[in-house]
């Protein structure tokens, strides 16, 4: 059984500062990690992708993908309100298909 | 572009009745999906057609069929509802199915109660 496993949460970080979101997987044969963002009430909307080992950074959001110890991390730099949000980790194979983990609640606090 | 669309938005069936969820997109995109949520279990892929003509179950089949209408159009239908599927239903569509990067864009959901 192929698992994505993040912490749940809730996460609260001070506005300003860096929130720090990670997430582990079971497939070694894994090709491809998405982070999505979900308001509540709202559909996944996605962040960014990454399939290289490193970081990949895009605006106040950075990726980082550790292929070895089979870890993805996200990074939010400059945190605010309005990033406040369930963040849930994807991990895609040749197949297609995407494995979801459950998501973590981020609260970011004026 | 409208991305992803869902038909209903909110439904209300009891316990043996039957309905069909649609969905749409018009991204000239290959694969679709249909996928629940319900509170602390995550997204969970019921069924996925990787191309027009093609369907294939996913993690949480039992209770629901699908039909790829056209390369647009990805129904969802349960014959007998059940309280157990109560959820909200996502439908998402990528482009290429199982190249590195191929995302997937979900439409707003269709919020579905079983009473």
């Known amino acids: 059984q192929k698992e994505v496993e993040q912490n749940s949460g809730p996460l609260s970080v001070p506005e300003g500062a860096i929130a720090s979101l990670n997430c582990t997987y079971s497939?070694?044969?894994?090709?491809?990690f998405f982070w999505y963002r979900q308001y509540s009430g709202k559909s996944p909307e996605l962040i960014m992708f990454i399939y290289s080992n490193g970081d990949k950074e895009d605006g106040r959001f950075t990726a980082q993908l550790n292929k070895a110890s089979q870890y993805v991390s996200l990074l939010i730099r400059d945190s605010q309100p309005s990033d406040s949000a369930t963040y849930l980790c994807a991990v895609g194979g040749s197949q297609g298909n995407l494995i979801f983990g459950k998501g973590t609640k981020l609260s970011v606090k004026p | 572009n409208a991305g992803v669309t869902q038909t209903p938005k909110f439904q209300v069936l009891k316990t043996g009745q039957s309905m069909t969820l649609q969905c749409a997109q018009d991204?000239?995109?290959?694969?679709m999906y249909w996928y629940r949520q319900d509170p602390g279990m995550g997204l969970r892929l019921i069924y996925y057609?990787?191309?027009?003509?093609?369907?294939d179950k996913g993690e949480v089949p039992n209770g629901y069929n699908v039909s790829r209408l056209n390369k647009r159009e990805f129904s969802l239908r349960l014959e007998s509802a059940a309280p157990s599927q109560t959820s909200v239903y996502f439908c998402a569509s990528s482009h290429s199915p199982g190249q590195v990067g191929d995302t997937q864009y979900f439409g707003p959901g269709t919020r579905l109660t079983v009473l």
């Open positions: 057609s990787a191309s027009e003509g093609t369907t």
């Open positions: 497939d070694r044969g894994s090709q491809s």
């Open positions: 991204m000239n995109h290959n694969s």
